[in-house]
């Protein structure tokens, strides 16, 4: 029973470059969330998807940041133009469909490895 | 708005030692859910366990406990006779029931580095 795999697991970028992290939840999971962990901020929501909609991008910044989960293939974290202060672990999560007709799921999220970006 | 404080930034203990690891949460919701992940050297993070608002109960999981105390807004987590191998940085979470078109998003407190010395 695969886990929520990530990939690439470490990522390097030059400044202006662009970068696409890629997460396939667990079999039968359909919700996404993406977090990000900075030094010294810790763990941080970035945005929730199910499959092909957003569902809460509150954590996203404005500017270069984009995700999706389309319905085949996994959940993109794409960033463009990065720079030195993207450098960060990115992890994603999923979880299980909400239960008793709720669209959110309540269910745990469980963490893939994580995405390790260093933008030089 | 929701938050996680885990006032002990670094612990060190001596192996076979009992630890106990602090966590306070804010919320205004009457619905919510507490969880603790283990984030270990190689990086990735692993649940450990999740509680619902209703459920006071505390829980046992072999050499790991939990107490959940609604009247100090506490979720502790409790390590008996630590191993070296408990080493790893800590975070307690909070999620909130939500309405709308949120989510229940996890809200991480800053972690607490353990370290079991041999």
């Known amino acids: 029973n695969a886990g929520v795999m990530q990939n690439p697991r470490h990522l390097v970028r030059r400044r202006g470059q662009e970068a696409r992290l890629r997460c396939s939840p667990m079999?039968?999971?359909?919700?996404v969330y993406w977090y990000r962990q900075l030094p010294e901020e810790g763990l941080k929501f970035m945005v929730y998807?199910?499959?092909?909609?957003?569902?809460?991008e509150s954590g996203m910044p404005k500017e270069r940041f984009s995700a999706e989960f389309p319905k085949e293939g996994p959940s993109i974290l794409r960033i463009q133009q990065v720079v030195r202060g993207d450098s960060a672990a990115y992890f994603c999560?999923?979880?299980?469909?909400?239960?008793?007709?709720?669209?959110?799921?309540?269910?745990?999220?469980?963490f893939g490895p994580g995405t390790r970006l260093t933008v030089l | 708005a929701q938050k996680v404080t885990q006032a002990q930034t670094e612990i060190s203990v001596v192996e076979k030692e009992d630890v106990t690891l602090d966590c306070v949460y804010e919320t205004r919701d009457t619905t919510y859910y507490l969880f603790w992940y283990k984030q270990p050297p190689s990086g990735e993070l692993v649940f450990l366990i999740r509680?619902?608002?209703?459920?006071?109960q505390n829980e046992i999981s072999g050499r790991y406990s939990w107490n959940f105390q609604k009247s100090t807004s506490s979720f502790n987590f409790t390590i008996t006779a630590s191993q070296v191998v408990d080493s790893a940085v800590y975070f307690c979470a909070l999620s909130e029931a939500y309405s709308g078109a949120g989510s229940y998003q996890l809200t991480f407190g800053k972690g607490t580095k353990l370290s079991v010395i041999p």
């Open positions: 509680r619902n608002s209703f459920d006071e």
């Open positions: 079999k039968g999971h359909s919700h």
């Open positions: 998807l199910q499959k092909e909609n957003i569902i809460d």
């Open positions: 999560a999923s979880s299980p469909p909400g239960t008793s007709g709720r669209t959110l799921s309540t269910d745990t999220q469980y």
